[in-house]
């Protein structure tokens, strides 16, 4: 999974346990481990400002309508990060549960990826799986 895709998952393991549909945005990835973030089109609170929120209550990027392919204003949520397995992830994709949406541009992730590395959220092999990844800013 290429840094900047995104992908529509029909059936999203949250961390709480509960399951459901969510878009989520990779962010990079280490050997067999994808790091990603899931993202939200719902306010609550957040800045509306495009670009990285480090002050909002939950660390989040904005992106407003008409910035990237996703039609409403989203929210790419970096207080959470979630580490897929690849392997899962592919097979995922060829029972279509799993299903691309876009592909943000390298100006946009590279954005996301440094507003990621700045999250109080993020675990060390997580920083190092984006770090390896990370896209060159234009």
């Known amino acids: 999974m290429t840094p900047g895709s995104v992908f529509f998952d029909e059936d999203f393991h949250f961390h709480d346990g509960e399951s459901g549909e969510k878009l989520f945005v990779v962010l990079g990835s280490n050997q067999s481990v994808t790091v990603v973030a899931k993202t939200t089109s719902i306010q609550h609170g957040r800045g509306v400002t495009f670009g990285c929120q480090p002050l909002d209550r939950f660390q989040n990027f904005f992106l407003p309508p008409g910035c990237c392919y996703l039609k409403k204003g989203s929210w790419v949520c970096l207080n959470e990060f979630y580490d ?3 392997v899962r992830m592919l097979q ?5 549960k799993v299903k691309p949406v876009c592909t943000l541009e390298d100006s946009l992730i590279r954005l996301i990826q440094d507003c990621a590395l700045e999250s109080i959220d993020i675990s060390k092999a997580q920083e190092e799986a984006i770090r390896a990844c ?5």
């Open 92 to 96: 995922k994709r060829f029972n279509g």
């Open 84 to 86: 897929l397995n690849a």
């Open 134 to 138: 990370l896209l060159n800013a234009p």
